[in-house]
């Protein structure tokens, strides 16, 4: 995974973006409970009234407040205020607010800051709270008890009726005063600031109807802007969700482009020790299933890697800072979170490595099984090669099974995590608001906290669960990508001579397959001439083709040289070695096209009556004749659509369209007639007559005009010399040549 990093660098602008973005959402999600609990507190249980402190007071109420005051206070709050009565100069708007102007004077709010505002709020709601609480009494002196002994051990009920109290107190000598206030305060200071502000809230509510302003809009207004701003944060964030995941997918999917190429243009220049290596269907399995899984992680990882902390962190910092009396019950639902996630990760972890090697596995059977249909049928194995593939098939659907399992337990528990906790946070918090420690507002919005907590811990784990697939993906693609192909370009290398004849010796060539116990060729020397033909015999596994596929450096030869006009065909470039060959190989391949696409495959230049006399000497002339579109008829992929014979014909004919000095045709007679192998030699001898020709046969009738025979017996060269040499010399060839032919044709 960590290897494939370097594929990010073009994306890191977007990365960047996306990670900006996805800081704005989790601030403005983690805004959304406050929001939410001022709705709650101000908007619905307070009436839209957020202090303590009124935006106007009567004279009369302002006058009873300030007994309960300091001096200092006093002073700083009145200072805060303007008094204003019928005849100041705005008093007409004044009135329309404030219908009581009309009968008395009236405190008005001035401007002030926020810092004054937070002053002053705890200040005027206790001595709001006292004032209420003392009229509430005279009121209806039964709720005396209530107030109980504040006042000094006062009695308030035992008041004679129609006593004016706070004109009484305001007499009262200062020290009096003040131990009342004491006493007072005391017992407000158990509350705290916030619930002292809540309670107060109703009162000045109370006083606001007093002067006859309309409370049910200022409550209105206040829930619609709030309500509003919520609904431009969530706008903000749906458009930031929006974002991010058109970004994300551009990433993963530019990332899996650019890897697949990457990987497709290493795999180009594997030579046959690494496709040994990591066989064709693991090639395609991991340029293909393992590069999507490599999208699907990108795509998540800048959607959620960088959000889920973002949010579980911000909103476990609200919490705190909340100071809220549930904490507790976060931490224990955590703690549970991580514990399953661990579980959970720790039993999928290595199954995922199975998987995607049994994904090679299905792959392969069923590479084998398509391209071997008729193979299979002719046989009558189809049974046997199904139960090969559900035998595969079935180990994949258990791994993924066993995964899916573990998965689908999570979810539920996750699930069941949650809406404990929801349950529980309601249950704790339903009680502290009973008990007045909390209020309903900061419990919901403690619930949403909590749940954007526990999501952010969902959103891991599913990191978690994918994380590992894609980092055995990722390995598996590195491997490829750091896999240095065993053949490469020499770092100085030599050109061959302007005037090339396409001379190939071999001198003293061993070679070992890689990862195999033995030689497959010992020793081998031999020179092949041009104008000449040079021909391979010997039986099956005698090591033919593995001669000739060292000359285009398919493999390197292990010990000796090879060279081509005197050069080690190590020393030069692959391209300008293959560019003098003309290789027409075992199991001819042709390309889905048309037979002149193909053609075209060996010189894109190449004129029409060129590719016209190639068709001719290779034979193949007759069978593009009898094709009603000719040239340009179709051939399906792997040239399913032509016969062997005039699969080996065309890949002849292409081998000659690129005019080469030397020509490697491995066993490229062996599907056609004798008429037609003689004609196409014939031809070859007629038109390719300077070059240098290796031709790999089993067929004697084939070489026997060859001006030079290699007779090949367990990779080790027992016979060289003509057709007739060798029937004196060289006993497994009189073998070969007895069993194929009569003694007369022999001669
Ligand atoms: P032939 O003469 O029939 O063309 P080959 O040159 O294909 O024979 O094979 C020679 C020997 O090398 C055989 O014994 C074969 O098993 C072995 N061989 C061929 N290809 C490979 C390979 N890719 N890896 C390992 N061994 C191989
Ligand atoms: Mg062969």
């Known amino acids: 995974m960590v290897k494939l990093a370097k594929y990010t660098k073009p994306y890191l602008l977007m990365i ?48 009873r407040l300030v007994v309960f005051l300091s001096t200092a ?30 009968k008395e004077a009236l405190y008005v709010l ?6 004054e505002m937070d002053r002053i709020n705890p200040i005027m709601g206790k001595a709001i709270l006292t004032v209420s609480g003392i009229e509430q009494v005279l009121a209806d002196p039964s709720k005396a ?20 109290l706070f004109a009484m107190l305001g007499k009262l000598p200062s020290e009096k005063l003040v131990q009342i206030t004491d006493a007072i305060n005391k017992k407000f200071e158990a509350l705290g600031d916030k619930m002292i502000i809540q309670a107060a809230v109703s009162p000045v509510r109370a006083e606001y109807t007093a002067l006859g302003m309309n409370t049910g809009q200022l409550q209105n207004n206040y829930v619609m802007n709030i309500g509003a701003w919520m609904l431009a944060l969530t706008l903000l964030s749906v458009v930031c969700t929006i974002i991010v995941g058109y970004l994300s997918g551009k990433i993963a999917a530019g990332m899996a482009r650019d890897i697949r190429r990457e990987v497709f243009k290493k795999v180009e220049s594997f030579s046959g020790s690494e496709f040994d290596k990591f066989s064709t269907a693991s090639l395609i399995t991991r340029s293909t299933n393992d590069v999507t899984q490599i999208q699907m992680v990108v ?51 290595p199954k995922f490595r199975i998987t995607q090697k049994l994904v090679d596995r299905i792959n392969l059977v069923a590479r084998e099984n398509l391209s071997g249909m008729m193979v299979v049928r002719a046989f009558n194995m189809q049974e046997f090669e199904e139960s090969r593939f559900d035998k595969a098939n079935l180990d994949l659907t258990e791994v993924s099974l066993f995964i899916n399992r573990v998965m689908v337990v999570m979810m539920p528990m996750m699930m069941l995590i949650m809406n404990g906790l929801s349950v529980a946070i309601i249950w704790y ?54 896999t240095e192909p065993k053949i490469h370009d020499p770092e100085q290398p030599v050109k061959f001579p302007a005037a090339f004849n396409g001379t190939v010796e071999f001198r003293n060539v061993s070679f070992r397959y890689p990862g195999a116990e033995e030689d497959a060729l010992h020793e081998i020397s031999f020179t092949a001439r041009p104008g000449q033909t040079t021909a391979f015999i010997g039986s099956t596994g005698s090591g033919k083709s593995t001669v000739v596929n060292l000359i285009p450096r398919f493999y390197d030869v292990t010990g000796g040289a090879i060279l081509m006009d005197g050069v080690d065909i190590r020393a030069v470039t692959q391209h300008d070695l293959r560019d003098k060959i003309g290789y027409v190989p075992q199991k001819s391949a042709l390309f889905s096209g048309s037979i002149e696409s193909n053609l075209l495959y060996a010189d894109e230049n190449a004129s029409p009556e060129m590719l016209r006399s190639a068709i001719e000497i290779s034979q193949a002339a007759e069978f593009v004749a009898s094709k009603p579109e000719g040239l340009a008829a179709e051939i399906s992929q792997g040239g399913a659509n032509v016969s062997g014979g005039q699969k080996q014909r065309l890949s002849i004919a292409r081998a000659l369209v690129k005019k080469p000095p030397v020509y490697i045709l491995d066993d490229s007679f062996s599907a056609l007639d004798f008429k037609t192998d003689a004609a196409l030699r014939r031809a070859f001898k007629d038109k390719a007559a300077n070059s240098t020709l290796m031709v790999v046969t089993q067929r004697v009738s084939t070489v026997k005009n060859a001006e030079q025979i290699i007779v090949l017996e ?15 010399t060289c006993e497994t060839y009189q073998e070969i040549a007895l069993s194929q032919l009569s003694k007369e044709e022999l001669s």
Do not use: C
């Open 16 to 63: 960047l973006l996306a990670i900006v973005l996805l800081f704005v959402q989790a601030n403005l999600d983690l805004a959304l409970p406050d929001y939410l609990s001022r709705i709650v507190n101000t908007g619905i249980q307070q009436g839209g009234v957020e202090s303590a402190v009124p935006v106007a007071i009567r004279q009369s109420e302002m006058n």
């Open 73 to 102: 206070d006093k002073e700083s709050i009145l200072a805060d205020y303007t008094l204003v009565d019928k005849s100041s100069p705005d008093a007409a708007k004044l009135s329309a607010e404030y219908p009581a102007l009309e």
């Open 110 to 115: 001035n401007k002030i800051d926020q810092a």
């Open 145 to 164: 008890a209530k107030m109980g002994g504040a006042f000094g051990g006062m009695d308030l009920s035992k008041l004679p009726a129609g006593t004016d």
């Open 299 to 349: 795509f998540m990882m800048v959607r959620m890697v960088f959000y889920a902390p973002l949010l579980g962190i911000g909103g476990l910092i609200k919490v705190i800072s909340k100071d809220s009396p549930l904490s507790w019950l976060i931490g224990v639902a955590v703690v549970v979170l991580i514990g399953l996630i661990m579980i959970v990760f720790s039993l999928s972890l």
């Open 429 to 482: 918090g339903a009680h502290q608001v009973a008990e007045a420690n909390m209020q309903v507002g900061d419990m919901m919005a403690f619930l949403q906290y909590a749940m954007q907590i526990v999501m952010s811990f969902l959103m891991l784990s599913m990191m978690f669960i994918i994380l590992p697939r894609a980092s055995v993906s990722g390995d598996r693609i590195a491997e490829v990508l750091e």
């Open 714 to 728: 367990d990779g080790r060269v027992v016979g060289k010399g003509t057709h007739h040499e060798l029937m004196e």
